[in-house]
């Protein structure tokens, strides 16, 4: 499987992260083994590792609920919630990338 751009990936997840509440960004970090820092108010919370394995959507999709975990604790509140129904969205591996679903309504929004 190709290797994932993390630049691409982090620009994603900071698209996505705009629609909380608080101050959060993903941006890559280092240069000979590249991370992707998910940053609270612009301190890094969390470190996204992305290259060590061969199924890197599912790795990706793992990382992304990590950061939906931190983003709800830290705003109390659902993120990103389901427009259809009172629940958060679930990360979810489809066809190469990680999307946003409804696991109730079998939807994908993102």
Same mark, same amino acid.
Do not use: K
């Given at each position: 499987?190709?290797?994932? @751009?993390?630049? !691409?990936?982090?620009a994603?997840?900071? &698209?996505d992260l705009?629609?909380?509440?608080?101050?959060?960004?993903?941006?890559v970090?280092?240069s000979?083994? $590249?991370?992707i820092?998910?940053c609270?108010?612009?301190? !890094?919370?969390?470190?996204?590792?992305?290259?060590?394995?061969?199924d890197?959507?599912?790795?990706?999709? @793992?990382?992304v609920?990590?950061?939906?975990?931190?983003?709800?604790?830290?705003?109390?509140?659902?993120?990103?919630?389901?427009p259809?129904h009172?629940?958060?969205?679930?990360?979810? $591996? &489809?066809?190469?990338?990680?999307?946003?679903?409804?696991?109730?309504?079998?939807?994908?929004f993102?």
């Amino acid at each position: 499987m190709e290797q994932p @751009n993390l630049e !691409t990936i982090a620009a994603l997840l900071t &698209r996505d992260l705009g629609t909380a509440r608080g101050s959060y960004s993903a941006e890559v970090q280092g240069s000979v083994d $590249p991370d992707i820092a998910f940053c609270i108010e612009g301190t !890094t919370d969390l470190w996204l590792h992305l290259w060590h394995t061969d199924d890197w959507v599912e790795e990706l999709a @793992n990382a992304v609920d990590q950061v939906q975990d931190v983003v709800m604790e830290h705003e109390a509140e659902l993120w990103p919630e389901c427009p259809l129904h009172r629940h958060a969205l679930i990360p979810t $591996p &489809r066809d190469g990338r990680v999307v946003w679903e409804c696991m109730e309504a079998e939807q994908v929004f993102a």
